[in-house]
């Protein structure tokens, strides 16, 4: 039988000796795993040993869509991008839109496996069947936007690019990928593979179709989606202002990272919300592929000396490199944003790591000297030399750019309790210490501190800020459906932003597919990817359990110092409770391993075999 | 007086019923911050309130006959 929604082939191409076949993508690969993240993760963990360095040659990078990339059906330009992670040394992997996973499928593909290390700068080009390896000296050192630009007008308008900038040349753990002039695959580091392996770039183009199980049907349906989208009352109200137009609520929640974490409350964030954003640099409206929600916000700063093209901020850059460094105008975020994306850093962990050093500067910890100049928070040109310094690994910037955490094992004084990470992966835009879901989901993130695994904030706000009961159930039911957006190829916020069904995508996914599986089913898939995951961070971290499941010391022993959730904080015990509480659920055991039994009923009899056979 | 509650978003499972229209009567000079809660739903719980066409917030005083939307917080990636 084949099932729809596949292009067909998976593509393996060895930078190492420039060489480069194509496999049939595996029905059983299929049934299992779905694609996109689930491909990721079982590939991942079948084809890299624990040893594997990161940065060596022997890591892989997998670039997969799903199987609802590419269709007529709304928001379906989604692609999943894994390697093992040189932030955490687990499992590490980043979603991004754009309609760079919708050409991968039309060139015929269903992942993209980069394998080996190139001696010299090169970037891939697939153009349906032809696939060559080419010499990017020209472009080595050159930053993110003139890249894409140059190999546009190379090769042709039609190609979809994605890049590194000088942040992954230079093996910034935390460096970024980045495609259509804005959108990132920012997370755990993927872009420092690439740097590491020498591949500046990828260009695809495709030109063939998808086979689907139901023409017919998935075009109906499709164009069914589509008007159902339209015609949710908050879709007028949630474009204008996209992801920025969270951030009042945030505040008033008394979440917003304000000053390292330091706080959960920003007094200026009327400054730098998306209103803000809207009347003072926005140009258009952008979307991925396929989008009708676009909360791509594209803008211009025109400043003295700092005049740039920028998309974005979206609300994470305005909560991590605004509030987080205390930069109090939507100006000098989006400058800081542009100049981040170009250099190729993540905004996230790149906000995260510059409020550390900016917190370290201030209590001594760094001094001028070692800074090479002052640093203070609110100062935008702080804020923009040490991105710099990162990107190109020079002074400071050396010991920052490997992150956060082991920044702080380097510079010492205690600095880790505010090292704001789980896993090696930095924090991203919500301060959790009044919000136990929002806080078990960071931590049990599976690549780190990252919040779409679990937005479980309304959660908390809906059931009750101080409650623990049931909050570990919610965290472990979001993290099925949130990820699978991800594994299907599709973005999910339709469905949080304007309540968009998740019945839709169920009724789709068989006239795609041609597989009879229920919205359960899919879950199940979802629970049996998470496990893999966790598998491959207990096979790959020696030591690796409970205690990685942590967050930093400032969340259970500092109380909120101001705004509406002054005083809270976060007992170390109701950090136990929820862990204990989510292990149980989750069918692990205290340490927070999979138990043999459980990967048995996920249908993972060759994980509950290996990691007995680890432990014998 | 009656006025209708549109909900939008995922926070509609926090929702009575999980119903995205209510239609209460309410005490006139209420607020929505004071509705909401009288009828067990955290005010908290939406991001954003627009009444014909404008943006308002919790502390809105709705008009008999009013259509009120609810907003749900989005982002998260
Ligand atoms: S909602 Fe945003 S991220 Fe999602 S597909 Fe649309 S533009 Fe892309």
Redesign the pocket.
């Known amino acids: 039988m084949t099932i729809g929604g596949y292009a067909g082939k998976i593509l393996r191409v060895n930078l190492t000796d420039g060489s480069w076949s194509t496999e049939k993508t595996s029905e059983e690969l299929i049934r299992r795993f779905l694609g996109g993240r689930g491909f990721c993760a079982k590939m991942l963990y079948d084809e890299l040993e624990p040893d594997v360095d990161p940065l060596g040659p022997e890591n892989k990078v997998v670039i997969a869509p799903g199987p609802m990339t590419g269709l007529f059906l709304p928001?379906s330009?989604?692609v999943h991008m894994a390697s093992k992670s040189p932030a955490t040394g687990g499992y590490g992997d980043s979603n991004m839109?754009g309609h760079f996973g919708a050409e991968i499928k039309y060139a015929g593909y269903d992942a993209v496996v980069i394998e080996g290390a190139a001696k010299r700068p090169c970037y891939l080009v697939v153009e349906d069947d032809r696939v060559e390896l080419r010499d990017a000296s020209t472009w080595w050192g050159k930053g993110s936007f003139e890249t894409e630009k140059e190999l546009k007008q190379r090769l042709g308008e039609e190609f979809q690019i994605a890049t590194i900038g000088p942040a992954g040349e230079n093996v910034v753990r935390y460096a970024c990928i980045t495609h259509d002039f804005g959108r990132q695959a920012g997370r755990t580091g993927v872009g420092c593979v690439w740097g590491a392996k020498k591949l500046k770039a990828i260009a695809v183009r495709g030109t063939r179709s998808v086979p689907l199980a139901d023409v017919r049907g998935a075009l109906r349906k499709g164009r069914q989606m589509f008007e159902a989208c339209f015609s949710k009352p908050g879709f007028k109200e949630w474009t204008p202002y996209?992801t920025a137009g969270v951030t009042d609520w945030i505040n008033e929640i008394g979440a917003f990272p304000t000053k390292n974490f330091w706080t959960g409350y920003f007094e200026h964030y009327k400054n730098i919300n998306g209103q803000a954003l809207r009347e003072r640099i926005l140009v258009t409206d952008?979307?991925?592929f396929a989008?009708p929600?676009?909360?791509?916000k594209y803008s211009r700063v025109r400043e003295a000396q700092r005049c740039c093209y920028v998309e974005g901020p979206e609300y994470e850059t305005i909560a991590m490199v605004g509030g987080n460094c205390l930069l109090d105008r939507i100006e000098d975020i989006a400058y800081a944003n542009y100049l981040m994306d170009d250099l190729g850093i993540d905004t996230i962990s790149g906000g995260n790591v510059i409020a550390f050093a900016l917190e370290c500067f201030e209590k001594g910890l760094i001094t001028e000297e070692e800074a090479g100049r002052k640093l203070a928070f609110g100062d935008l040109d702080s804020v923009l030399y040490l991105a710099r310094k990162i990107a190109y690994r020079e002074g400071i910037g050396r010991i920052l750019a490997d992150g956060v955490k082991a920044a702080a094992e380097r510079i010492g004084g205690g600095s880790e309790r505010f090292a704001i990470h789980v896993k090696g992966l930095e924090w991203s835009g919500y301060e959790s210490r009044y919000a136990p879901a929002m806080m078990l989901a960071y931590m049990t993130a599976d690549i780190g501190a990252h919040h779409n695994r679990a937005w479980a904030i309304t959660h908390d706000v809906a059931v009750g800020r101080d409650a623990i009961e049931g909050k570990a159930a919610k965290v472990i039911e979001l993290q099925h459906i949130r990820p699978l957006f991800d594994t299907l190829g599709l973005?999910r916020?339709?469905w949080v932003?304007i309540g968009f069904e998740l019945e839709h995508y169920a009724e789709m996914f068989p006239l795609v597919t041609g597989l009879d599986y229920t919205w359960e089913d899919l879950l199940l898939i979802s629970e049996r990817i998470w496990n893999v995951v966790r598998c491959f961070n207990v096979r790959h971290i020696p030591g690796f359990g409970r205690s990685w499941d942590y967050p930093p010391a400032r969340f259970y022993e500092e109380p909120v110092p101001t705004g509406p959730a002054k005083g809270k904080l976060i007992s170390r015990e109701t950090l136990d409770r929820l862990l204990d509480d989510y292990y149980a659920l989750r069918g692990w055991d205290k340490n927070g391993i999979p138990t043999p039994d459980k990967l048995r009923q996920l249908g993972l009899e060759e994980l509950a075999a290996d990691l007995q056979r680890r432990k014998a | 007086m009656q006025v209708t509650l549109r909900f939008h978003g995922h926070a509609i499972e926090y929702v009575p019923g999980g119903q995205e229209t209510l239609t209460v009567d309410v005490p006139a000079g209420q607020t929505l911050r004071q509705i909401l809660t009288t009828i067990g739903i955290q005010p908290q719980l939406f991001a954003a309130v627009v009444v014909g066409g404008h943006r308002r917030d919790l502390e809105y005083v709705p008009e008999p006959g009013d259509e009120v939307m609810l907003l749900s917080p989005a982002a998260g990636g």
């Open positions: 928001s330009g989604k839109g996209g952008k979307g991925c989008c929600t676009p909360c791509g973005c916020l339709p932003e």
